[in-house]
């Protein structure tokens, strides 16, 4: 009893939950679906195109959750995602090699990274205002890149990125593997995490405490430049083109999305990279169930509001309470009055 | 003692205060790129194209004015873009489709944009979902319902419609004012009047202020949060309304993107997105801001779109900078 | 006798896992003005909320005014004739102080606001009460005592017949304070009943007719305050702690000063604190004795880092250092609590342990992780000796009453063994019994060689720990005065009101 209470109570019983219910409608609709299969050494099968095609939003996804964490928000990766890309092929199509294209897309965003990162710690600039610039100006600047034209690419090695199989996988999803795991590590297996969790918590009393709060913040955004920037190279690298009105739209919104869907409160604080990544399968997932339901796909929207309904629902206290209503509509006490009774 | 009291409660309403300054600012600004446009271009400078501004950008002005009322609020309505397509893809289907007169579907689609509003805020309210998610959830649903209906676009023609659209005020000095700008116009009057004069606006002010301290002096915090989403509801739908009358079409793509270009608007307006401190006024100043800046762009020619929204991020950063400057509200501390 | 104009009865509230209140009876009569007391966790703050509406009572009955009434919210209390004034500010800072007055119920002339009368009416009630301010001014451009006497404005323009103040003068001075009461006794003649909350005794005892205990959530008694001493009153509050309060009495610190840990010349900020010059030494404690905004807070952040000083330098040994930063500070062995535990102290979401490794793990850097074990030495090593209830470390932090809070605060610092800890109001808001522990503690501490600089309002609290008091007033330090055991809080009240005034 108290252990099943314990186990929805955890941050990702709601999420896991979701995902397995999609997958479950999935198999209903296509028997096969969670079958995978070996052709011509790559793997194939619904759940590696689901990895394949979410990848980009997981990783943005990522970068999103470590700024949330810091009790930020940004909205500006859909327009680092669209001018990494645009910088990438601009350069390649100019006749230069990855050797250059790509660090430059990547030091781009990490500019990027680094312009919201300072907005908000140097000159104090709410976070969501401070990343709306560059969400306006952003998408200007990427199709000041390419001209206002889709640029398009031919380059087998640049194709590798986005399209690209390695080891019988999609190269990409290794990619985001590695980013996951590279995160994990330095979240979890350093002091990184817990400070990132007290400067999103209480800002002042990081600092009387000690924390190079600003430090953090800046490189947390960085970090999430990072993520978009390459994301960006994974999108535009997948189609070999690149679109600076289009690429990485609304990208934003699913990632945010992903992570809330994911357990990690918007006010920043307590926050579950797996429960972004969940997040972000849900979305793809989403995606995919839809199509395969035989649903048009232009009825995507309407579903991915419903979920992102019920699960916002579900997760919501005041929700549960008024659906409980088993001891009639106790309010769940806040903090200071839990202090005060305590 | 009682004359210096007395003489404290005569104190003019409108005294220049700090919290003006970026109103006037962006007042001055616009005046500035307005002045900008008119020594470099001919026929810049005219009565007309000053006016051009509220007919091309009437829907935008009713948006921005329900967008002020959340974010006054110290809220956001990611939704007003979907909704305003929305609202023209319903004009359109329930005039030529359905065939039902053009008032009643005026009226319906209100209604139906204030009650989707409404549910936004209740969810916000009553469930505590953050008005950013929930405003995104409203945002997908109401375009994909736009895409479920039609994917493609559907032209308005109806002979209210027609009227309304083709016609317009005639101003003395040959100048034309359309009727979308002129229900533009009310609807800012009206707005301004509630927001400074009825309870229900200072409940706004006061929710955005402090909603902890709404609830404890006795106000009606959660109405109120519910009424400024379904005051935006209704701006976007009358926004949708106007849209269609201005393209006379409804179109599932219309207007994507409009929330950021509503929440510019009441940014560079002087609005602090974190609420309870802006004006009306201001919102109105930023959309023309935006639009001045647009004529300039289509008066030059040469320039691509894209420097427009390049040039609205960098006036961004500057308001957003300015109030930073300002400082309009800084905690004290005692001890 | 008069009839109560507030009686309620059998009232019970219980949140999971807690009975906040349990079983209680209170009256209130016209024309009195009553204390409500307890330590923290006694039920004030729930009877509070159910006389206000916002929370429900699970049984009991409340009769306001002879009908038997039950209070929805808000707005039906204040319909009621119930008033609430809240210990934070609960009102809107961004708006006028004459909006503020009268936002929910403005005169209207022809369905719209009639700014003209707000303005006016503000403007005399203020006058009622002394008050010269510019009613269309911002209420977040003044100070917060200020901001205190315009709610009390509009709770009693709200035709109140119960005025509820819940710890209002928290943060007001001595002057604010006589004016308050001032007010609250002629709102008395005007046959207003007042429940005031207070930790001040001597407010009590000052302006109080009758008072009211709780402690557990039961009511102890209610009694008429001439019949009841102070001892007799804190023992019904407390149950049994009043021996453990007397024994500390008992033990006269003993300076054993150690080397000179920093010397202050001529530190200030502009704005915050003249210039100070104080020696600080190992093993000895310091007490700051002012009145709220004397500076006392303000010379600790300085000394912290927490504000950078704007004048002067501090030597450490013979070597110049800075302690400009926090981060500073803490590398010079400086540690400190500030006064509000929640604002600047913890952070409410993370759990025990993680408060309490929080500014260790700041000082070695993200990349240096205190391994697993080490953590749970460290940290069950302090839940024992500062006797942190309940003992888990998980357990997340916001889940403590206020003292256990206090006690991770300071566990935080003594991890990483500062030379010189800062106290600011330590003890102010928790309970008599853990009150004690954390003077104790720091009195052991000093004698362990850790310089102690102690902040408190209780002049009695200062005096019994203390090796020496720095008083200081208007923003300045005025004296300094040894410890000696003829050291009274009467002879510290004197130099505070009596100080060098040469401004």
Request: charged share 15%; proline share 3%.
């Amino acid at each position: 009893m108290n252990r099943a209470a314990a186990l929805t109570r955890h941050t990702l019983f709601w999420p896991v939950t979701v995902w397995v219910v999609l997958l479950l409608a999935n198999v209903a609709f296509t028997p096969g679906f969670l079958s995978l299969r070996i052709r011509e050494g790559h793997l194939y099968g619904s759940l590696i195109d689901i990895l394949l095609f979410g990848a980009p939003l997981i990783l943005v996804a990522l970068g999103m959750t470590v700024v949330i964490a810091t009790g930020g928000i940004d909205l500006s990766v859909g327009a680092t995602v669209a001018i990494s890309g645009a910088l990438a092929c601009h350069l390649i199509a100019g006749g230069h090699g990855l050797i250059v294209a790509l660090p430059v897309a990547i030091g781009a965003s990490l500019l990027l990274g680094l312009w919201n990162g300072l907005l908000v710690t140097r000159l104090g600039i709410q976070p969501i205002i401070a990343t709306l610039i560059l969400m306006v100006a952003g998408r200007g600047i990427a199709q000041l890149i390419t001209g206002g034209q889709i640029i398009t690419v031919d380059s087998d090695a640049y194709k590798m990125i986005g399209g690209g199989y390695w080891l019988g996988l999609p190269f990409s999803i290794l990619l985001v593997a590695a980013a996951l795991a590279v995160t994990l590590l330095l979240t979890r297996r350093t002091a990184l995490g817990l400070l990132l969790e007290a400067v999103g918590g209480n800002a002042e009393a990081s600092r009387l405490v000690g924390i190079r709060s600003s430090g953090l913040i800046v490189l947390a955004y960085m970090f999430c430049g990072l993520c978009a920037g390459i994301a960006g190279l994974m999108i535009s690298s997948n189609t070999l083109s690149a679109d600076g009105n289009q690429a990485g739209l609304w990208i934003e919104l699913d990632a945010i999305l992903a992570v809330v869907l994911g357990g990690t409160a918007l006010t920043g604080g307590r926050f579950a990279l797996s429960g972004t990544v969940v997040g972000a399968l849900i979305i793809q997932t989403l995606d995919t169930t839809i199509y395969t339901a035989g649903i048009p796909p232009r009825m995507t929207l309407v579903f991915s509001a419903a979920v992102v309904t019920v699960v916002c629902l579900l997760q919501s206290p005041a929700f549960r309470a008024k659906v409980r209503r088993r001891p009639p509509a106790a309010p769940v006490p806040s903090a200071a009055e839990q202090e005060a009774t305590a | 003692m009682t004359t210096a009291l007395s003489g404290l409660a005569r104190r003019a309403p409108f005294t220049l205060r700090r919290r003006h300054v970026p109103v006037l600012v962006t007042f001055g600004l616009f005046l500035l790129a307005f002045l900008t446009g008119a020594l470099r271009y001919e026929n810049f400078g005219t009565g007309q194209v000053f006016l051009d501004l509220f007919i091309d950008n009437s829907f935008l002005i009713v948006v921005a004015v329900g967008m002020t009322f959340v974010i006054l609020a110290g809220g956001i309505d990611l939704s007003v873009g979907s909704v305003v397509a929305l609202s023209g893809m319903l004009c359109a289907i329930g005039t030529m489709r359905l065939g039902l007169p053009a008032p009643l579907v005026v009226l319906l689609v209100l209604l139906i944009g204030t009650g989707f509003g409404t549910v936004m805020g209740y969810m916000i309210h009553v469930f505590e979902i953050q008005p950013f998610i929930a405003t995104l959830a409203g945002m997908f649903l109401a375009r994909g319902v736009c895409l479920t209906i039609s994917e493609n676009q559907i032209s308005i023609d109806d002979a209210a419609f027609d009227a309304v659209a083709l016609n317009s005020l005639a101003l003395p000095g040959g100048l034309r004012l359309s009727y979308g700008a002129v229900i533009a116009l009310a609807v800012v009057a009206v707005a301004f009047y509630a927001l400074q004069w009825t309870r229900t606006g200072r409940n706004v002010y006061a929710l955005g202020g402090s909603e902890q301290s709404s609830v404890l002096m006795g106000l009606p915090a959660g109405r109120t949060k519910i009424q400024v989403y379904a005051i935006s509801g209704f701006c976007s739908a009358l926004g949708g309304v106007l849209f269609a009358l201005y393209t006379l079409s409804g179109d599932p793509t219309h207007a994507i993107g409009m929330e950021l270009d509503a929440i510019a608007a009441v940014v560079i307006g002087g609005t602090v997105l974190t609420g309870g401190s802006g004006y009306l006024i201001g919102s109105v100043l930023g959309v023309l801001v935006l639009g001045v800046i647009k004529t300039i762009l289509s008066f030059e020619g040469t320039l691509s779109s894209w420097w427009t929204r390049i040039a609205i991020g960098v006036l961004l950063f500057g308001f957003i900078a300015l109030q930073r400057l300002i400082g309009t509200r800084r905690g004290s501390r005692t001890g | 006798m008069t009839r109560p104009v507030l009686e309620v009865s059998g009232i019970s509230k219980g949140f999971p896992g807690v009975q906040a209140l349990d079983d209680v009876a209170f009256r209130l009569l016209p024309g009195e003005i009553h204390a409500l007391m307890g330590e923290n966790g006694a039920g004030k703050s729930t009877l509070i909320k159910v006389l206000t509406g916002v929370h429900e009572a699970d049984a009991g009955t409340v009769v306001v005014g002879g009908a038997k009434a039950s209070i929805k919210g808000p707005l039906h209390a204040q319909r009621l004739g119930i008033s609430t004034v809240y210990q934070e500010v609960n009102l809107c800072p961004n708006l006028s102080v004459a909006e503020n007055i009268f936002i929910g119920r403005e005169p209207r002339r022809f369905g719209r606001i009639d700014w003209k009368a707000v303005r006016r009416r503000s403007a005399e009630l203020l006058a009622r009460l002394d008050l010269d301010l510019d009613v269309t001014a911002q209420l977040g451009s003044h100070s917060l005592a200020v901001q205190q006497l315009v709610a009390i404005v509009r709770a009693v323009d709200l035709e109140a017949k119960v005025l509820i103040l819940d710890e209002p003068t928290s943060s007001l001075d001595r002057g604010e304070v006589a004016r308050l009461f001032t007010v609250m006794r002629r709102l008395r003649e005007d046959g207003v009943a007042i429940l005031f909350v207070s930790h001040f005794l001597e407010q009590i005892y000052e302006v109080c007719d009758r008072v009211t205990v709780l402690r557990g959530g039961r009511l102890v008694g209610e009694y008429p305050i001439g019949e009841l001493s102070r001892f007799e009153l804190v023992a019904k509050m407390t149950g049994q702690e009043l021996a453990a309060l007397e024994e500390l009495d008992e033990e006269s610190p003993e300076a054993v000063r150690g080397e000179r840990l920093f010397a202050l010349e001529g530190v200030g900020r502009t704005g915050a604190i003249a210039p100070v010059d104080l020696d600080l030494y190992a093993g000895e404690v310091v007490g700051l004795a002012g009145l709220l905004g004397s500076g006392r807070s303000e010379l600790a952040r300085l000394v912290f880092g927490a504000d950078a000083a704007d004048s002067g330098r501090v030597r450490c040994g013979d070597e110049l250092v800075s302690l400009r930063t926090p981060r500073a500070a803490i590398e010079r062995g400086v540690a400190f609590c500030p006064e509000d535990r929640k604002g600047d102290g913890l952070v409410m979401d993370l759990t025990v342990e993680e408060n309490i490794i929080l500014a260790l793990q700041a000082a070695r850097g993200w990349t240096r992780p205190l391994g697993q074990k080490r953590r749970q030495e460290l940290v069950g090593e302090y839940i024992r000796a500062l006797r942190i209830h309940p003992p888990h470390p998980h357990t997340p932090v916001k889940n403590l009453s206020g003292g256990n809070q206090q006690k991770v605060l300071l566990a935080r610092w003594l991890i990483t063994r500062p030379k010189l800890l800062i106290l600011d109001e330590p003890t102010r808001g928790i309970d008599i019994g853990a009150k004690t522990e954390i003077q104790r503690l720091v009195v052991s501490l000093a004698g362990e060689g850790m310089g102690v600089v102690f902040i408190s309002a209780e002049l009695e609290e200062v005096l019994r720990i203390s090796h020496k008091v720095e008083v200081l007033r208007d923003r300045r330090l005025v004296t300094e005065l040894a410890n000696d055991g003829t050291l009274t809080p009467e002879r510290i009240l004197q130099t505070i009101a009596n100080g060098a005034a040469d401004r």
